[in-house]
């Protein structure tokens, strides 16, 4: 068999990727990359198999989708075509993730088994590693993990990330101009609702709630006390309006109780539902109150505001700084009577709503492109890793040597 002829039969089955993450957990905005990531590659590439993988194993009796475990990944690594790190708030090397949110086996290291060590393994396979627009937590790169940022970043066929504190962070280990910055991949959103099976779900589960519209959804989550202050004390500004309490991070403690018992026209739902529809809830809302930043972009996507107690000056927030209808409630009047009732209400996209998605879409035209690119030089780049490895380690123990003589001269 010649390599045309390989080529083509090889190409007769899907694209194989692996995306990687926290998609095992009850969190509307983790959960929804998976998701978006299959619709846009299947354009792009027709035939896809995307394969999450997280720490813990899920099947479709219970979750959206099925994921498979990092447990697993030494022997389904092989198998894969490309690496998709992220999205999400995923660079991180804090191990408090989210309560109790831990590997399922002790020799996966935490938190970097779901974002670091596949990218490592990526490199070491020759196959594409592509950073898709995640997230660098607000904390320091330890020194440890320099030399394989450095390596994974420099033998990346792609690197993407959503905010500029994380591009700074990562500029550390390769040139600048290879960071990109894009907005989140949930920019996309709108496009994909129209016409979605989540839209006839959700307007089912009004139904049985009995929630009529006009409605807000109000994140069920704590320090929103000042925007239900305002809902209750100016009431009569808003005599119709009725307020879905939504969970939208059950696994970060979100609850209804945290919402004030006082506030009228109240409706939970009894089970969580999946992210899809829970996007199909938020986009037929009139507006929406809370710190989810999927929340937030979810509401962008469907031309209605946003009221967040989050600071808009400080990590993955600065992106959504730049959109007039995004409100901190730093800024709320609170004895004006019109100023909620004169900012919700549904308008068109706004114009950098439509920039937004523009740049998603250059940046999945990216990720397919980088999917079908060949990366065999990485493999090269591996093996003068592994042979200097001995140095780094020597390097280390010497280090740790010394600063435990120092401390005892100390």
Known sequence: MNKIESDTQERKRPWRIGIFGTFDVQNYGDLLFPILAEMELSQRLGSVELIPFSYHAKSLEDWPYKVASLADLPDMAIELDAILIGGGFIIRFDSFVAPGYVPTEAWIHHPTGYWLTPALIGVQLGIPVIWN???MHCNEMPQWSHPLLSLVLQCSSYIAVRDEPSKKALEQFVDHDRVK????TAFSL?????????QEKARILREQLGLKKPYIVIQATQNLEKFTDHIKRFRSELPDLEFLLLRLGPVLCDHESFIDRELPNTYSLAEWPSPMVLAALVAESEGVAGHSYHLAITALCAGIPVFTPSDLS?????ALSRFRTVYPLSTMDCDDPRWLSSRIGRMSPLDLMENARDEVKQHWDQVADSIKSSCSSSKIAMNKFLMSLPFL???????????????KVD
């Open 393 to 407: 380690l020597e390097r280390g123990k010497s280090e740790k040597g010394e600063a435990g003589l120092q401390g």
């Open 314 to 318: 400080v990590g993955k927030f600065t």
């Open 181 to 184: 910055l894009v907005p989140d």
């Open 133 to 135: 627009a995640p997230g």
């Open 190 to 198: 709108g496009q994909h609702m129209n016409g979605h099976p989540a």
